[in-house]
């Protein structure tokens, strides 16, 4: 299924951010691997909020950004109810790509400590010079094993043919294989914290 990002937006942020909230609800084990940027799911207001203005001017749409905030806000409640786990792959350039000023940057990576501590989330970071058992092509999401998100500049691919979805389970379990957890990977976000605070003053 091939969605365009114009067609999708054409009515506002809100929508879109809405419209995936059945799909979060009825999926119970999520895999995220993320080249770029931090994964909605785990994202601040603020953070959000400057992706969200990106996309309203890039793509010339209405401009219904707080609203779509607030959408997304709703959203993350799949990460405290229900029998759900959620195992994240975050790039170590994700603490990096600069989203914003060095304050939401700062508020979004110990956001992305606190949620470490949460029974239901798994996340783990390929160090930049890690050792490489896998070179994945994109980021993406896996919802159980029935579908798969990848997202292009213009468009989302919703993945649902099970030789592909197997290819994709098979990728990410290399890039598992690269991550490190723990107190590891705590230590590579608390250093992306001191960048960003060194560059703030």
């Given at each position: 299924m091939y969605l365009e990002h114009r067609r999708q937006l054409s009515s506002g942020l809100k929508h879109l951010q809405e419209s995936?909230?059945?799909?979060?609800?009825?999926?119970?084990?999520?895999?995220?691997y993320e080249t770029t940027v931090i994964p909605g799911l785990l994202t601040?207001?603020?953070?959000?909020?400057?992706?969200?203005?990106?996309?309203?001017?890039?793509?010339?749409?209405?401009?219904?950004?707080?609203?779509?905030?607030?959408a997304r806000m709703e959203r993350q409640k799949v990460l405290y109810t229900g029998n759900r786990q959620f195992t994240f792959i975050l790039e170590e350039q994700t603490f990096h790509t600069r989203v914003g000023g060095p304050d939401i940057m700062i508020g979004q990576l110990d956001r992305l400590?606190?949620?470490?501590?949460?029974?239901?989330?798994?996340?783990?970071?390929?160090?930049?010079?890690?050792?490489r058992h896998?070179?994945?092509?994109?980021?993406?999401w896996i919802f159980d094993n029935s579908r798969v998100n990848v997202e292009?500049?213009?468009?989302?691919?919703?993945?649902t043919q099970p030789r592909e979805i197997v290819l994709y389970t098979r990728v990410f379990e290399r890039l598992q294989q690269s991550a490190v957890t723990g107190q590891h990977a705590r230590r590579l976000i608390s250093q992306a914290i001191a960048d960003h605070a060194a560059e703030a003053q």
């Open positions: 995936a909230i059945p799909l979060y609800e009825r999926t119970t084990v999520f895999r995220v601040t207001a603020e953070y959000a909020a400057t992706i969200f203005r990106f996309w309203t001017d890039f793509m010339n749409v209405p401009d219904d950004v707080n609203a779509a905030v607030a400590l606190a949620v470490m501590s949460l029974p239901a989330v798994s996340l783990s970071v390929i160090p930049r010079r890690a050792e896998s070179l994945a092509h994109g980021s993406f292009t500049v213009s468009a989302s691919l919703a993945i």
